[in-house]
């Protein structure tokens, strides 16, 4: 059974970058994709992008364009999610889920990680 | 990207009742919608997958039904543990998207 867990909470300052990693277990990273999926609080759910370890590539929302980078390290079954340029916008909870990638059917999230909280402050 | 429209953003119920949350993409979009719960405090958890297919371990209370733009989940028989906050998720156009979310509480 896939179970993913996140690194810890963050504080950074306005401007800074933070990097939240996803560690799977009892998972090869192989046939799945890991997105991003923030939650600013008391908020919905906002779809960042995937990271594809089979491949090494990723796909970003428009919205996080340039500003996103989102990495597999499948040697040790961990992704990386780097946010740069925070503003207090970017005050959220960060969890990555494992994707379904299979050919002809829709993508689902499942499992998700714990959830890590950034906060932006000052 | 396409919008996912949920409908109500807030339900009272009382335990034992039948409720019903709508979905309507922007878009067609096939049966490429995904059911999420989540609990205050907790990740998200999938419900239903294509639209209809209940993920292994869901209570059987939960159904979905659609195609195309409209969709339905419903609850039959509402349980305490029901009480959450309800997303669908389209798949079928990258920038993935989520309704935001119908609050099932209790009356």
Not at chain 2, 57 to 82: A, K
Request: net charge neutral.
């Amino acid at each position: 059974q896939v179970h993913l867990v996140q690194s810890g909470a963050e504080v950074k300052k306005p401007g800074s970058s933070v990097k939240v990693s996803c560690k799977a277990s009892g998972d090869t990273f192989r046939s799945y994709a890991v997105s991003w999926v923030r939650q600013a609080p008391g908020q919905g759910l906002e779809w960042m992008g995937e990271v594809l370890p089979l491949y090494g590539t990723s796909n970003y929302a428009q919205k996080f364009q340039g500003r996103v980078t989102m990495t597999a390290d499948r040697s040790t079954t961990t992704a990386y999610m780097e946010l740069s340029s925070l503003t207090s916008d970017d005050t959220a909870m960060y969890y990555c889920a494992r994707e379904s990638i299979a050919s002809g059917v829709p993508n689902w999230f499942d499992p998700w990680g714990q959830g890590t909280l950034v906060t932006v402050s000052s | 990207d396409i919008q996912m429209t949920q409908s109500p953003t807030t339900l009272s119920a009382s335990v034992g009742d039948r409720v019903t949350i709508t979905c309507r993409a922007s878009r067609y979009i096939s049966n490429y919608l995904n059911w999420y719960q989540q609990k205050v405090g907790q990740a998200p958890k999938l419900l239903i997958q294509a639209a209809s297919t209940l993920q292994s371990g869901v209570p059987s209370r939960f159904s979905g039904s659609g195609s195309g733009t409209d969709f339905t989940l419903t609850i039959s028989n509402l349980q305490p543990e029901d009480f959450a906050t309800y997303y669908c998720q389209q798949s079928y156009i990258t920038s993935w998207t989520f309704g935001h979310g119908s609050k099932v509480e209790l009356k």
